[in-house]
């Protein structure tokens, strides 16, 4: 157990759905980022919280959201879904500059 | 342009032996490298992480060395074993903003 929490592990969803990822950071940690991979492809960065700011945004559609609460839980939100959505997304931590950056294990979201 | 390069892209090797998976990168300036595995569906795991001061970290049966004038890691593995058989990523975060990027990965199936 890494410590960084995701839920559902698994969801399955039709096309122009809207779903809501969950992720809860490890104990202490103020940063969370949200990455999309989808098969066989590497991690792509969408979007970083910070103590419930956003600090930095990547390659993240504008179907999608974000938002990180006060108790530092972070909601990811991916609405109008495609086909193409289908990937897994992942969250991870971290307490501060570089170190403790850690991953959950995943959201496999398929879109049908 | 900050980038990280892995090579090779898949290694396949028997189990017992070694390999060596190679990591270059431009991201300037410079705060870390990490090397994570990354079973299939699962989420990336940390091995080692070194900062510029260091150029060899271990963990177990896995190596990394670091060259921080030519910009370039390693990641050795010894005697390696079935279950080494993953995706091993190369992460390197910039000094300002911890911005982390990520190598493609080097896909390694390790066969009896």
């Known amino acids: 157990d890494s410590g960084v929490t995701q839920t559902p592990k698994h969801l399955i969803t039709a096309t122009g759905q809207r779903v809501t990822l969950r992720c809860s950071p490890r104990s202490g940690d103020l940063s969370v980022y949200w990455y999309q991979q989808s098969l066989d492809q590497g991690l792509q960065f969408l979007i970083q919280?910070?103590?419930?700011?956003?600090?930095a945004k990547g390659n993240i559609l504008e179907r999608f959201s974000a938002q990180q609460f006060p108790d530092l839980h972070s909601e990811l939100n991916l609405s109008s879904l495609e086909l193409g959505d289908s990937a897994l997304y992942f969250c991870?931590?971290?307490?501060?500059?570089?170190?403790?950056?850690?991953f959950g294990s995943g959201t496999r979201l398929t879109v049908v | 342009k900050n980038q990280v390069e892995q090579s090779p892209q898949s290694l396949i090797i028997l189990e017992g032996k070694n390999c060596t998976l190679q990591c270059n990168y431009t991201v300037s300036p410079f705060s870390n490298l990490r090397w994570y595995k990354q079973d299939t569906g699962r989420g990336p795991v940390s091995l080692t992480i070194m900062t510029f001061s260091e150029n060899t970290k271990s963990n177990g049966r896995y190596t990394a060395t670091l060259d921080a004038d030519t910009k370039q890691s390693s990641l050795h593995i010894t005697a390696s074993q079935l279950s080494d058989s993953a995706s091993y990523i190369c992460?390197?975060?910039?000094?300002?903003?911890?911005?982390?990027?990520f190598g493609g990965g080097t896909r390694v199936l390790v066969k009896p």
């Open positions: 992460v390197v975060s910039k000094a300002a903003g911890n911005k982390l990027t």
């Open positions: 919280y910070y103590n419930g700011e956003e600090r």
């Open positions: 991870a931590s971290s307490g501060g500059q570089g170190y403790g950056y850690t």
